[in-house]
C-alpha cells in the first residue's frame, strides 16, 4: 500500500502562485512515475504534470507549460504554479505510478483562483 498525502491549496488571485506538496508513504518500492491531474467541476481528471523517478523525464500539459514547475525528492512531489489564471481552478491530484502495474491517488487539494 502506499498512501499520499497533498497539501498546499488554497484560494489564490489571478497572476499568483502557489505550491502543492504531495508526501508519499508506505510501501513506495517500485514507483517509477509521479504525477498531478486535476479535476474542474464538471470534467474529466487531466494530466497536469509527471515526473519519472528513473532519469527524470518531466511531461507537462500544453496549458501549464512555462507556468507550473514539477519536482521531487524520495518522498515528496512538489507542483510550484505561478501565473494562475481562472482556468487553473480545480481540484488536484496526486498520483503515483508503480512498475507493477498499480497506481495511487491523493484526495485531492483544492485550488481556487479568483480576485
Known amino acids: 500500500q502506499v498512501q499520499l498525502v497533498e497539501s498546499g491549496g488554497g484560494l489564490v488571485q489571478p497572476g499568483g502562485s502557489l505550491t502543492l506538496s504531495c508526501v508519499i508513504s508506505?510501501?513506495?518500492?517500485?514507483?517509477?512515475?509521479m504525477g498531478w491531474y486535476r479535476q474542474a467541476p464538471g470534467k474529466q481528471r487531466d494530466l497536469v504534470a509527471t515526473?519519472?523517478?528513473?532519469?527524470?523525464r518531466i511531461n507537462y500539459a500544453d496549458s501549464v507549460k512555462g507556468r507550473f514547475t514539477i519536482s521531487r525528492d524520495p518522498n515528496t512531489v512538489y507542483l510550484q504554479m505561478n501565473s494562475l489564471k481562472p482556468e487553473d481552478m480545480a481540484v488536484y491530484y496526486c498520483?503515483?505510478?508503480?512498475?507493477?502495474?498499480?497506481?495511487?491517488w491523493g484526495k485531492g487539494t483544492l485550488v481556487t483562483v479568483s480576485s
Open positions: 515526473i519519472s523517478t528513473g532519469d527524470g
Open positions: 508506505g510501501n513506495i518500492f517500485g514507483i517509477y512515475r
Open positions: 498520483n503515483v505510478q508503480l512498475l507493477a502495474g498499480m497506481e495511487y
